[in-house]
């Protein structure tokens, strides 16, 4: 079982960058499927998107172009970048692992801790 | 839709069985998979596939496809099953990742 790190600031200004970086431990990154959930206070789970790990994105469209997500394997960790933030973008961000059979079968097995990011001037 | 449709919350009596639903038109072609959530913990797979358990996780729970519909079965909830749970699974069309709204399950 792989273990996911997030990292990053817990602070960010209206209409700037969010930037985190989730670090990948015990296993490789090759073939599989990285993803980014976000959950505001009090609320459920919002999917972001998911990169593979040979390329090709995912991104939920109701972010309206706003996130992007990159993946190095050389150094077993993948990043998040959200932009234009505003308050309602403050949320705990986790990184997870998705798995997709190609057929019916999918599923998210090793989830990170997750990290609080703040929006506020 | 590509919507997945939980109920709010939920109880059982300690030791009964619950089931939690999931609706979603996505469920016809892609199975479900169910999480737990407890307070300020990031959420747990539980069940995925048509019924499949990862390690570790305790044979009480169970899950079922119908059509357009999941379900999680809890048989004999203990009061460490009281948590929020989470369906997912993808979208047909766009292949992104969706999320039900979440349960909350209390034991009684």
């Known amino acids: 079982q792989v273990q996911l790190q997030e990292s990053g600031p817990g602070l960010v200004r209206p209409s700037e960058t969010l930037s985190l970086t989730c670090k990948v431990s015990?296993?490789?990154?090759?073939?599989?499927?990285w993803s980014w959930i976000r959950q505001s206070p009090g609320k459920g789970l919002e999917y972001l998107g998911y990169?593979?790990?040979?390329?090709?994105?995912n991104y939920n469209p109701s972010l309206s172009g706003r996130v992007s997500i990159s993946i190095d394997t050389s150094k077993n960790q993948f990043s998040l970048r959200l932009t234009s933030v505003t308050v309602a973008d403050t949320a705990v961000y986790y990184c997870?692992?998705?798995?997709?059979?190609?057929?019916?079968?999918?599923?998210?097995?090793?989830w990170g801790q997750g990290t609080l990011v703040t929006v506020s001037s | 839709s590509s919507e997945l449709t939980q109920d709010a919350a939920v109880s059982v009596a300690l030791g009964q069985t619950v089931t939690i639903t999931c609706h979603g038109d996505?469920?016809?072609?892609?199975?479900a998979s169910w999480y737990q959530q407890k307070p300020g913990h990031a959420p747990v797979l539980v069940i995925y596939?048509?019924?499949k358990r990862p390690s570790g996780i305790p044979d009480r729970f169970s899950g079922s496809t119908s059509t357009d519909t999941a379900s999680l079965t809890i048989t004999g909830a203990q009061a460490e099953d009281e948590a929020d749970y989470y369906c997912?699974?993808?979208?047909?069309?766009?292949?992104?990742?969706?999320f039900g709204g979440g349960t909350r399950l209390t034991v009684l």
């Open positions: 596939g048509q019924d």
């Open positions: 997870a692992r998705y798995w997709y059979d190609g057929s019916g079968l999918n599923w998210i097995d090793s």
């Open positions: 997912h699974s993808r979208d047909i069309r766009s292949t992104r990742l969706v």
């Open positions: 015990g296993g490789a990154m090759n073939d599989q499927y």
């Open positions: 990169m593979y790990s040979r390329g090709g994105t």
């Open positions: 996505g469920l016809r072609a892609f199975y």
